[in-house]
């Protein structure tokens, strides 16, 4: 099984993530943003991947070092996850949720790139400033070293960011999926 224990501490986050990559779509998440929490849980269950994290934050602060440090360290930890990656599909979805139109699309084929086409207009979606949901994306983008593009069009900012998470789990899901018919690697490379 793809399934990994992974911490970052710093001076500014204490991170603890429990991740498997094949699990059942289970969240325990708790980062001190109710609305972040809430999409983290999207990714776990749209994503089918069983995911722990915990953050201790300066929130005394702001949310910036809590969301950004929470990006880096679920994108080093899904890069442990998938240190091996033959017979993974390495690609990956849009979907809709009421009038927003989510589409990401990524590539765990080990450089690391983000396309945004995303234009959120409020501060603040509950207590998550929303200047950094791009900046969540980014980070985990860098250090799992995956190509991610992520485009949204909507009226409901809600539902916007809403739609590109859940989008983003449903294209983690289908770019690490094993085909049942190959133990290659996906690449004409040899390394990935």
């Given at each position: 099984?793809?399934?990994?224990?992974?911490?970052r501490?710093?001076?500014?986050?204490?991170?603890?993530?429990?991740?498997n990559?094949?699990?059942?779509?289970?969240?325990?998440?708790?980062?001190?943003?109710?609305?972040?929490?809430?999409?983290l849980?999207?990714i776990?269950?749209?994503?089918?991947?069983?995911?722990?994290?915990?953050?201790?934050?300066?929130?005394?602060?702001?949310?910036?070092?809590?969301?950004?440090?929470?990006?880096?360290?679920?994108?080093e930890?899904?890069?442990?996850?998938?240190?091996?990656?033959?017979?993974?599909?390495?690609?990956?979805?849009?979907?809709?949720?009421?009038?927003?139109?989510?589409?990401v699309?990524?590539?765990?084929?080990?450089?690391?790139?983000?396309?945004?086409?995303?234009?959120?207009t409020?501060?603040?979606?509950?207590d998550?400033?929303t200047?950094?949901?791009?900046?969540?994306?980014?980070?985990?983008?860098?250090?799992?070293?995956?190509n991610?593009?992520?485009?949204?069009?909507?009226?409901?900012?809600?539902?916007k960011?809403?739609?590109?998470?859940?989008?983003f789990?449903?294209?983690?899901?289908?770019?690490?999926?094993?085909d049942p018919?190959?133990?290659?690697?996906?690449?004409?490379?040899?390394?990935?």
């Amino acid at each position: 099984l793809r399934k990994v224990v992974h911490s970052r501490h710093t001076n500014e986050t204490k991170i603890d993530i429990e991740l498997n990559v094949d699990g059942k779509g289970k969240a325990d998440i708790s980062t001190g943003l109710g609305f972040f929490d809430h999409m983290l849980e999207q990714i776990a269950k749209h994503g089918n991947m069983d995911l722990s994290i915990k953050v201790k934050g300066d929130l005394h602060i702001d949310e910036h070092h809590t969301i950004e440090d929470t990006g880096i360290a679920l994108g080093e930890a899904m890069a442990l996850a998938l240190t091996d990656k033959r017979g993974m599909e390495r690609y990956g979805f849009a979907l809709p949720m009421d009038d927003a139109e989510a589409k990401v699309l990524i590539d765990f084929g080990g450089r690391n790139w983000i396309v945004w086409d995303v234009e959120l207009t409020r501060e603040k979606v509950g207590d998550m400033p929303t200047e950094m949901v791009y900046h969540f994306f980014k980070s985990f983008s860098d250090a799992s070293k995956t190509n991610i593009n992520i485009s949204c069009k909507g009226e409901n900012e809600h539902h916007k960011i809403e739609a590109i998470f859940k989008a983003f789990a449903k294209a983690i899901r289908m770019a690490v999926k094993k085909d049942p018919f190959s133990d290659s690697l996906p690449t004409t490379k040899g390394i990935l």
